[in-house]
């Protein structure tokens, strides 16, 4: 028999649960769910808009009872949980109706805190929390003049501007004399009165209010002053209280919320508690994103998949008031440590703060503009290092996003013809149309219709900014982690980390652990998965080539009429006159097309059959050549120059580092291609400064930098360290690479991840702990032992010949 | 209308997600086996640029085009929306392990 789940909360946090329980696990329970309100599920946060009319009821039903039928759920609405009686393991309603239970789950919400004032009992006098409220407010409305809204904050303005809207005079009371003092900082919060004060509220503040004042209904307020204002409805947004009483009642241990676990179960294993009654590590919540975070959790362990962990969440707030644009995260406010970063625009109305910290985004503040808000909360969350946009950051990610071509205009300003995407061809205008005509709110959704976005990418933070401005940013939707593609929920790092904990070691036994969604994924997963597994697991996992991309599979890169390019490695960028020769050899007797000298030392055999390959490899191995790797994400080449053997200024024999340098690393496998170089001194002629990891020599040694890019996005390196001998070099570009390979996402060059993890992560891994730095290194030799077998001479020698020939010729 | 099945080899001969290539004087013809070993047919050219489909990552019953990673349906032959374009399909069938290919395509895509 089934087991049984009972639910008690028919709001926003438990029905999501719900949802994200039948996603994973449809058959598992028969579900029970009460709710003390008389519908199905609504979405609440769009009661603003309801009361302002921009909404109806109707269309902010997230669920309806057809809903609850269809998915065979049990709905008794308008219900309430009385008891929880854990012995008998049953809940009890008002009206006498009992459920027994297996588990349950406690999503009671939380009601509005109520003024303990005289008079507040009087008719009239109401919170902001449900469909009912917003019925009084436009009862009301329609029959009264005077409304007082007490509570400058989120929830009070939300209110003071709907009922403004449906034709009330309006005051709001602050006990304060900023507004949303827990988002604003006082330059934000003064833009905002000044703007709410030309729309036509009225402000009272700081204001303590002592009495309402009434025979059955309210007539007026009265504060400590003295003074008294006319009133006849009061709405109270003062602050919310998690409804803990039904859990403590049960003997479940609660401080200000109900308190839960990581997995969001509370004292007793079997009562789940979610939403804004529950209070984790010391923290209760008042939005539905971290809520939505909750229930993937909650969802997650109800289902028996116990891989997911509640950790707390950042939040975000926006306040939905039509024509004003506020967004607010983090430490606004900063501290001793904490300095900021502050534009201030009066004329346009513009005001933005950034609270910064170690380099990291701590706290945002914007008021007038919000463009770029979930941009600076994505580098907030992630922890992105922002030194080096220091200078930029508060103009907005149009003025970093692109190739370095300068400065962009912002995009809202940017004409419908100018070009958004260059590789695609893809003007601003195709994009926002395509947005408005095919409603479209992702990323994903505009890369697939309009290819802006797919190729290179580095207009990616464009296209996101015309999404904000075109879509506006639906902050209602959980920011929660990117998942690795659509086949999975789960990001690359839990990805990776379940493989690690799990010992998972192929490719359908990660799918089946972590419940992937698509019989055997798509070409995103499977990629990167395989890298995963590699680099987990060396020498013991079995490569899969059908999961890599045609370039990896046949070891050369195919070119846009279906032949071959062949790259043999020069080692450190140096040949031979047999080598040379022999490439002229190959060159002429497989009719090579062209023959091309390289950005990487080395030369290119171009237009080849497929089915030649492990001839013309067979024939290049006679002079010593391996596979270049030209064509993986792997080690590319060692780029060198002459040095200190020939050039006047060499320092050290930088051509003799950048071949022990290849040979050390040549045939691994990286989560995107990686490159390096060694100049002989600071000029640099080998460009060390835009590779993944570049040496240049100086007098007294050597010096290592790291994280560097040539391509789509230049980047020059970042310094990491000075050694004084060729062993420590390659001590660091094993331990370094080895980092790079356990550490970043599979697609992500070194540039990104260091930027995403921070130099100091890199710093305090191999340069801080010599013990940790000497560790991976050997984890990198020891996989080596496996990677460097040449590919090449593997095919030569007819493995994978079926890759090669076709299947049969007719005719 | 009888099909004039050809012997092309066997499904051991292809890989679990993956393809081979049968050439014909007409063009070459993809032959892909899926996880779950069905066989399916179509011709090597990706209605895009004319990507070898053979060469891509098969997954499910799509294969994701090596150029420009267009995903084409296995089973008819059509670019999964939002793109548009079709490859032409074969008959395929399977007796025992053996392949039979008929090198008349399917009619109904005119990139044939
Ligand atoms: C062959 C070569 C051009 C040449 O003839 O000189 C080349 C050719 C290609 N590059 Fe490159 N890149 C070549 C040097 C470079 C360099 C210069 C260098 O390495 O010093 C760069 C800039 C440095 C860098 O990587 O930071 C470079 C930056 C790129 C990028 C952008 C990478 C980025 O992170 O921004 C791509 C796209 C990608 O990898 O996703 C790319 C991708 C490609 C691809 C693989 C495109 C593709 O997917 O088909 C080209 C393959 C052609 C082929 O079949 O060989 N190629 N490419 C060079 C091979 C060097 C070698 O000997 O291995
Ligand atoms: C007007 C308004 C605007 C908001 N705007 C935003 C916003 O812009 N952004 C944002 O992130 N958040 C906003 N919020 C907050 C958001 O709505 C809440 O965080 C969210 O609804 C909490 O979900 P929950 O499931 O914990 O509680 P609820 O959604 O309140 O659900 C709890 C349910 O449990 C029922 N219940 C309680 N006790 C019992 C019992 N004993 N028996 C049976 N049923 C019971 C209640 O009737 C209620 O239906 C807003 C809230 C309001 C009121
Ligand atoms: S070789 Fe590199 S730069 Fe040249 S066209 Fe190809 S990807 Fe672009
Ligand atoms: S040729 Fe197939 S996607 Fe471009």
Redesign the interface.
Known sequence: MKEKLVVIGNGMAGIRTVEELLKLAPDMYEIVVFGEEPYGNYNRIMLSPVLAGDKTIDEIMLNDEQWYADHGITLHKGKRVVEIDRVRRQVVAEDGTTESYDRLLVATGSRPFILPVPGNDLEGVIGFRDIADVDTMLEAARNRRHAVVIGGGLLGLEAANGLMQQGMSVTVVHLLDTLMERQLDRPAAEMLRKTLEERGLHFLMPAETEAIIGQERVEKVRFRDGTEIYADLVVMAVGIRPNVELAKAAGIHCERGIVVNDTLQTYDPRVYAIGECVQHRGKTYGLVAPLFEMARVCANHLARLGIGRYEGSVTSTKLKVTGIDLFSAGDFLGGPDSEELVFQDAARGVYRKLVVENNRITGVVMFGDTIDGSWYFDLMRDGTDISEMREHILFGQAHLGDSGHGEQNRVAAMPDDAEICGCNGVCKGDIVKAITEKKLFTLEDVRAHTKASSSCGSCTGLVEALLAHVVGGDYSTAPHLKPMCGCTEHTHDEVREQIRKQALKDIPSVMTALDWKTPDGCPKCRTALNYYLLCEWPGEYQDDSQSRFINERAHANIQKDGTYSVIPRMWGGGTTPQELKKIAEVAEKYNVKTVHVTGGQRIGLYGLKKEELPRIWRDLEEAGFVSGHAYGKALRTVKTCVGKEWCRFGTQDSTHLGIEMEKLTWGSWTPHKFKMAASGCPRNCAEATIKDLGVVCVDSGYEIHVGGNGGVKVRATDFLVHVKTEEEVLEYVAAFMQLYRENAHYLERTAPWIERVGLAFVKEQIVEDEQNRKLLAERFRRAQKFAQQDPWKERAEGSDRHEFQPLKEIG | MSKDW?E??TIN??????A??????EG?IA?FRT??DRIFALRDKCPH????LS??????TRV?C??H?WKIRLDTGEAVA?DEGCAATFPVKLEGETIYLS?KPDEGCPNS
Request: glycine content about 14%; cysteine-free; hydrophobic content about 35%.
């Open positions: 050809i092309v080899g001969e292809i890989p679990r997600k993956g081979r290539v049968v050439r014909t004087p070459d032959v996880a779950d640029k004319g990507g070898p060469q891509g990552i098969v997954h499910d994701a090596p150029l990673d939002p090198v």
